[in-house]
């Protein structure tokens, strides 16, 4: 598959190799060089198929997904190419290629990385004024911090503020025992994209149990960024910015779910 493959890959300049996998390298756009794309089960996953033969991730391993459902995502990307292939519309295969390459290697790191933003959570931080803003903050988020206080036994410290407010550890230890059972390489990978791209671990385990939707997990990590628009004006450059970062989201969302819907 020559080198094209290396537009799904990693970085090498990064030291981060989660990074790595998720930084599109900038290249030409290769020609689309194959007419068919399936799948095929192999070794208790599920392998992509260009004209019969099987992908290979950056890292020269078998592009393979742990589900049908989660194969077929993969494969709808490279079937929607034209004539050339361009990485960029490809964010499953993406973090597929992630999965495989940077996560399966680094699970606890990664792992540990989601739980470090829980220590502080978008949603801890609520602003100190005008009061509007206040309120809605707590009417919004407020539901699901007591959600994985009720949940989970993790009992956040609300901030006032900027300053950092340092959580209980029986918080984050509760935190990280509900999170423990997607520790598995295509499950935190998703999870990642969806905590980093929203700076809340505590959305993204709302989302991954199913308390919250992708529209309203992106809804809510964006109030304040909508509250300002609100009070003066919306920049569309920022808006077409915040556009191309749900896709990512959406795109890993659905990856999970493709994933989670045979557990």
Known sequence: MRDLLSDFGPEPSDPDPVRR??????????K??????????EDEAVAILL?????????????????????ELVASEWRAQGET????????????NTA??????QIDAVFEDIVRYAGNDLLCYHAESPQELVERQARQWGPVIDWVASSHGARFILAAGIVHQAQPQAAIDAFAGALDKYRTPFELAALHVVTTLTGSAI??????????STPEVWALAHLDEDWTEEQWGVDEEAQARRA?????????????RAVRAAA
């Not at 998720?22 to 030409?28: A, E, F, G, K, L």
Request: proline share 7%; no cysteine; net charge positive.
């Open 32 to 41: 689309r060089f194959y007419t068919e794309v399936g799948t095929r089960n």
């Open 51 to 71: 004209d019969g033969r099987g992908v290979k991730t950056p890292a020269k391993r078998p592009l393979r997904l742990p589900t049908a459902d989660a194969a």
């Open 244 to 256: 191309k970062r749900f896709e990512e989201m959406d795109a890993a969302a659905r990856l999970f």
């Open 21 to 30: 996998a998720q930084i599109q390298m900038q290249r030409p756009q290769a």
């Open 100 to 105: 495989i390459d940077a996560v399966a290697e």
């Open 85 to 96: 292939i361009d990485p960029a519309t490809m964010p499953m295969t993406r973090l597929a």
């Open 203 to 212: 959305l993204t385990l709302a989302f991954a149990e199913g308390f919250l």
